[in-house]
C-alpha cells in the first residue's frame, strides 16, 4: 500500500489547517501520526474501516479525522492550532484493525506560529 499525504504549512495560532492522505488500497486503519523536533514520534489520531476514531489527548477536541473508504483517503482536519502543534505530520496505515502501522507515507511539514 502507497500513501501520498499532501496538506499541511504554515498557520498561526488559533488558525486551521487541513492534512489529507491517499492510500492505493484499502486499509483497515489509518492514523495520522507526528514528530516534533527532539521528540519522539507520536500518535495524533487514528480512524477503522467502520470509523471507530481515536485521538490523543493534545489534539482532542481540536482535530477532527475522516475517511472515504471509497476513495481510500483520509483527511485530518485540524483547528485552534497552537505552536506546541509544530511537528512533521505522517499518515500510516495497517491491514488489520489490532495490527500495527505498516504503510507510512511521506511527512508533510506543519508549523504553528504564535
Known amino acids: 500500500v502507497q500513501l501520498q499525504a499532501s496538506g499541511g504549512g504554515l498557520a498561526q495560532a488559533g488558525g486551521s489547517l487541513r492534512l489529507s492522505c491517499a492510500a492505493s488500497a484499502g486499509t483497515a486503519k489509518m492514523g495520522w501520526f507526528r514528530q516534533a523536533p527532539g521528540k519522539e514520534r507520536e500518535i495524533a489520531a487514528s480512524?477503522?474501516?467502520?470509523?471507530?476514531?481515536y485521538y490523543s489527548d493534545s489534539v482532542k477536541g481540536r482535530f477532527t479525522i475522516s475517511r472515504d473508504n471509497v476513495k481510500n483517503t483520509v483527511n485530518l482536519q485540524m483547528n485552534s492550532l497552537k505552536p506546541e502543534d509544530t511537528a512533521v505530520y505522517f499518515c500510516a496505515a495497517a491491514s488489520t484493525m489490532g495490527g500495527e502501522y505498516k504503510y507510512w507515507g511521506q511527512g508533510t511539514e506543519v508549523t504553528v506560529s504564535s
Open positions: 480512524i477503522t474501516w467502520t470509523n471507530n476514531k
